[in-house]
């Protein structure tokens, strides 16, 4: 059993530039933790999962909380709550999954205060907001003093709590490529209770029709718990490209995808039932996109 304990000590600090965040960061590597919403870090901390001697806030970092449209980019803050993007006609219009994802992730407080750039960083395997965003081919901005580099979510988490930021990296916003045309996309999940529980099995998918709306151009499939970090299933997206959609198909996809996961048993479920899980929620996530997309080519 994990007792939570009181808050250990430590100096905190809020200030209110990019510099100045990584400059702390990069004089005390390894001492250090951002707190975004502290959703997370609180209880990680309380647990003693974590003990940093320094505790970088960025709430005076306004400019790190946005969700914007420009030059065919489409970009959200790191510091972007989950109920900015549940709420925003922008992610409505665009990525409808997106914020229906982040309107069904914890309470109405827990969505106030938690955001998108401490989510991802978590790294943790049931991200519910990895799925979706890789199946969008999703980037993330990081900003250091040395520079800034653009990495590609899929190749960002290294394992569970771990990605490919360095010590002295701040994660600044997450890009998102413009949606192609006859698409949609859909996240499905299995939890315990609707709002507060961890996510047992998720699977988002993301289908791109060819012109005329009957064959399949593209389609992506990415799992939250189904390995150590969330993932991209690719195999089984290649065994959906220019196929005709029917439920052999689908059934082809949802077995492929099974064969590429490798959950964990836990307390929560065992291995074999998450796959199960995958197996039906691939099936059920790839059959609300392709509607999606359908709808799109009428």
């Known amino acids: 059993m994990v007792y939570l304990r009181r808050l250990p000590r430590f100096e905190y600090f809020a200030p209110s530039s990019f510099a100045t965040v990584c400059g702390a960061l990069a004089e005390h590597p390894g001492e250090t933790r951002l707190l975004a919403g502290g959703t997370d870090l609180i209880l990680q901390m309380r647990r003693r999962e974590v003990v940093p001697r320094y505790v970088i806030g960025l709430k005076n970092l306004p400019e790190l909380a946005f969700i914007?449209?420009?030059?065919?980019?489409?970009?959200?803050?790191?510091?972007?709550?989950?109920?900015?993007?549940?709420?925003?006609?922008?992610?409505?219009?665009?990525?409808?999954?997106?914020?229906?994802?982040?309107?069904?992730?914890?309470?109405?407080?827990?969505?106030?205060?938690?955001?998108?750039?401490?989510?991802?960083?978590?790294?943790?395997?049931?991200?519910?907001?990895?799925?979706?965003?890789?199946?969008?081919?999703?980037?993330?901005?990081?900003?250091?003093?040395?520079?800034?580099?653009?990495v590609a979510l899929d190749e960002f988490f290294r394992g569970p709590g771990q990605t490919v930021m360095e010590p002295d990296e701040l994660l600044e916003e997450i890009r998102l490529p413009p949606r192609p045309a006859l698409s949609g996309g859909a996240y499905l999940k299995f939890h315990d209770r609707h709002a507060m529980d961890m996510t047992v099995a998720g699977v988002a998918a993301f289908v791109v029709l060819q012109p005329g709306g009957e064959r399949v151009q593209d389609t992506r499939i990415a799992l939250a718990t189904g390995g150590p970090v969330p993932l991209r299933v690719k195999r089984a997206e290649a065994a959906l490209r220019d196929q005709i959609f029917t439920e052999k198909t689908l059934e082809r996809a949802a077995n492929v995808a099974c064969e590429e996961a490798h959950p964990r048993t836990s307390w929560r479920a065992s291995r074999g039932f998450r796959l199960e899980l995958i197996r039906v929620l691939t099936r059920r996530a790839l059959r609300q996109a392709w509607e999606k997309a359908g709808k799109a080519a009428a």
């Open 68 to 150: 914007r449209s420009r030059h065919h980019t489409f970009a959200l803050g790191a510091m972007t709550t989950l109920g900015a993007i549940e709420s925003s006609s922008l992610v409505s219009r665009e990525y409808d999954f997106l914020a229906q994802t982040a309107a069904e992730m914890g309470s109405p407080e827990i969505r106030l205060v938690a955001t998108i750039g401490g989510n991802l960083a978590s790294a943790l395997p049931c991200s519910d907001l990895a799925p979706p965003l890789l199946v969008l081919q999703a980037a993330v901005k990081l900003y250091s003093l040395r520079g800034e580099r653009t």
